[in-house]
């Protein structure tokens, strides 16, 4: 397989520290954004790699990388006359790329398990997929939804009207392409995510998106990069990769992190309980997964579709994210195990493995997402949550909002008690500490 990285961005924003450097070439621990790139495509057996540069900055380009040789890689550089956006510089080279290849934008600092992203291309049959994720900047970012299958449904670049709702899934800029893409990609100037994709979607052959917990930051402003730094330095962009389990905590929702409405089914009431948004944002900057599990017994009763859960889903996350907290992934139980009210949906009436204090949203984030139960947590306002978490061995603390344990439908016992779902943050990672 080939690579291409796209290198010919144009990185107004991030000029007062990188001067005349283009982006791509900018430190970050002892290597460039590229050469760390060049490292990862080499380290998963991609040895010929295609750089799409400015020509004005095709000198610096080599005198800084060279041919690859010393790093046994192969490098070949384009250079663009005139800026031809993330698409338009690949058009003249599609031929030469094979039948998969893949696209990473010179400016996002990855560390990833590309081999797992391969397989699930290869599994779609997909002409392209996109590499997605939970964005630290989702208001700065394009962002897509997916269908359960993984596929785009709709694209939602960058500006959006405040009124768009959507889930936190961002574009990450890396994709793989297959030839089959080709017919969309034109000449002359033309935007992946504005332009090609767009097209293949409306034509039937919808991108996919790759969920992944992984490290993808791009380094588009002064803050990014040198958070990037700072990530490089406490190693946890090394990590943050699949081979290496990370530890989570699980929150429970209604009542935890958001207020009690009884029967929640519309986004306009979903109201975040204080501390709510700080008790995430703790557990994002201690590299710990933030993973709601939460039952939904209303879609089973047909009271709330999953369209509107998701609706609710994106307005917790975008109040969240007013707050720069970012959830890695939301888990729901949409089933409920009695039949017989009006309206319900009948195939979702059953007993399942997943409906809390049952295991099974919490063991399938963790299959998901790789991550590590005996260094994780789980917090929420009910016994059914305390239940849920001794199931699974993990430490689990009963919160004084919402129901404060008061259900008292199970006998088992929290490892600790806390006011507030940020006091619980912070004893879980005092423990720890
Ligand atoms: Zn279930």
């Keep these: 397989m080939k690579a291409v990285i796209v290198a010919g961005g144009e990185g107004r924003r991030i000029r007062s520290v990188a001067r005349a450097m283009p982006k791509p070439l900018l430190d970050v621990g002892g290597r460039s954004i590229v050469e760390h790139q060049i490292l990862l495509l080499k380290r998963y057996e991609i040895n010929e790699i295609h750089l799409t540069v400015r020509g004005r900055d095709l000198a610096v380009f080599r005198d800084n990388l060279g041919g690859g040789e010393s790093r046994g890689v192969r490098l070949r550089y384009h250079a663009e006359r005139e800026p031809l956006g993330t698409a338009g510089g690949i058009a003249p080279i599609l031929a030469r790329l094979g039948k998969h290849f893949l696209v990473l934008y010179g400016d996002v600092m990855v560390n990833m398990d590309l ?13 392209t997929t996109l590499v997605v994720h939970p964005s630290d900047h989702p208001l700065d970012s394009d962002l897509v939804e997916l269908d359960d299958e993984g596929r785009i449904k709709v694209f939602r670049p960058k500006p959006r009207p405040a ?20 017919e969309f990609i034109s000449s002359g100037p033309s935007d992946f995510l504005r332009d090609v994709f767009p097209r293949a979607l ?3 052959k919808a991108p996919y998106g790759y969920r992944t917990r992984e490290y993808l930051r791009d380094i588009g402003t002064p803050q990014r990069l040198a958070s990037v730094r700072a990530d490089w330095a406490t190693r946890r962009i090394e990590r943050c990769h699949l081979d290496f389990a990370l530890p989570a905590i699980f929150f429970d929702r209604d009542g935890t992190l958001c207020d009690i409405v009884p029967l929640l089914r519309q986004s306009r009431d979903v109201r975040l309980l204080p501390g709510a948004a700080e008790a995430i944002r703790r557990t994002n900057e201690a590299g710990y997964l ?11 009763r047909g009271l709330c579709s999953l369209e509107e859960l998701e609706r609710i889903h994106a307005q917790l996350e975008s109040l969240l994210c007013e ?5 890695d992934a939301v888990y729901y139980c949409p089933h409920h195990p009695d039949a017989g009210y009006p309206g319900e949906v009948p195939e979702l009436k059953t007993a399942c493995d997943c409906r809390k204090p049952e295991g099974g949203l919490v063991r399938r ?3 998901d997402l790789n991550i590590d139960l005996s260094r994780s ?39 600790a008690r806390c006011p507030d779902v ?11 500490a």
């Design 377 to 415: 947590a789980f917090v929420g306002d009910s016994t059914m949550d305390v239940e849920c978490g001794k199931r699974l061995g993990l430490r689990t603390i009963l919160i004084e909002t919402g129901e404060a344990g008061r259900d008292g439908k199970y006998a088992a016992r929290p490892d």
């Design 422 to 432: 940020a006091d619980a943050v912070r004893s879980i990672l005092q423990h720890v």
């Design 202 to 204: 409306a034509a039937g």
């Design 365 to 367: 984030a963790a299959r």
């Design 115 to 127: 081999g797992a992203l391969v397989r699930f291309h290869r599994s779609k049959r997909a002409a």
């Design 163 to 182: 009124s768009a709702w959507c889930r936190n899934v961002g574009n990450a800029g890396i994709y793989v392409v297959s030839q089959k893409l080709a």
């Design 290 to 300: 933030a993973v709601v599990a939460t039952n939904q017994p209303v879609i089973a």
């Design 323 to 327: 707050q720069g907290a970012r959830l």
